[in-house]
């Protein structure tokens, strides 16, 4: 007798809506890339709509652009309106928009340190707040944050950009907290050097690129394809008991 696989489900997004923020290139556009594969309507959210429109002739009708800057403060709640207005209120929040400076602890002015910790720590945070109560009315909802490999080490010329991103480790345990028992689950995923837009320094230096990949356990740095399987994982039923948890992509970086 045949049986019926139990499985195929738990990674069937058709019926959900995404929202995907630094949506235009990198990480974000991969996750978005996924989402929408995966069956997912998703909204791309990002600066710039030339992007977008390249990412929309790839996903077709079912994604829709916002070209909308998310580090400004005083518009996040207009942009979680704007962001219903396609599909509907979104079921999985990807934040994956974010900026690092590079400035070492002796060069960190006020601005950097505002704009990296506004970007990175207070725009996912906000954003969720304004969409997590319709999450809450459906009993179901998905947040995923973007941690880093700073998170939890600290490398030179990037002292705001870990603080912020060990504000979004704890971030995501207190979203949990606060909004599992609702349905909503909160994870984070965390990078190891993959090569996208932002970090294009690091990549530009073949020797520095070459001794990341030497540290990982797998031998070689990510490429945005290897971030696919993680977020469908925590955008969908599969990680139905999973939630304030900060995943390391990092093919086996701080295993060493």
Excluded at 194 to 217: G, H, I, K, M, Y
Aim: aromatic share 8%.
């Amino acid at each position: 007798m045949t049986q019926t696989p139990i499985f195929p489900d738990l990674f069937n997004l058709s019926g959900k809506v995404a929202c995907v923020t630094g949506a235009s290139a990198g990480l974000g556009r991969r996750a978005a890339i996924a989402l929408g594969s995966a069956g997912a309507r998703v909204v791309g959210v990002a600066r710039r709509r030339d992007a977008l429109l390249s990412l929309k002739q790839e996903l077709g009708a079912k994604f829709s652009i916002l070209d909308h800057d998310v580090s400004k403060r005083d518009m996040l709640e207009d942009l979680a309106h704007k962001v219903e207005k396609p599909f509907g209120s979104p079921d999985i929040l990807v934040h994956a928009a974010g900026i690092n400076t590079r400035e070492s602890a002796d060069e960190v002015t006020p601005e950097g340190w505002d704009i990296t910790l506004d970007l990175n720590l207070r725009t996912p945070f906000f954003l969720s707040q304004y969409l997590a109560p319709k999450m809450r009315e459906k009993g179901w909802g998905r947040i995923i944050n973007f941690a880093s490999l700073q998170s939890f080490r600290a490398f030179p010329g990037g002292l705001a950009y870990g603080v912020s991103k060990g504000g979004v480790a704890q971030m995501t345990r207190a979203m949990a907290e606060a909004w599992s028992c609702d349905g909503i689950n909160s994870n984070a995923i965390a990078p190891g050097f993959f090569r996208t837009e932002l970090t294009a320094p690091v990549f530009a230096d073949p020797n520095r690129a070459a001794r990341n990949a030497e540290q990982t356990c797998i031998g070689r740095n990510g490429e945005p394809e290897d971030i696919d399987g993680t977020v469908l994982f925590l955008a969908s039923n599969a990680s139905a008991y999973v939630t304030g948890q900060v995943l390391m992509v990092d093919g086996g970086f701080t295993a060493k």
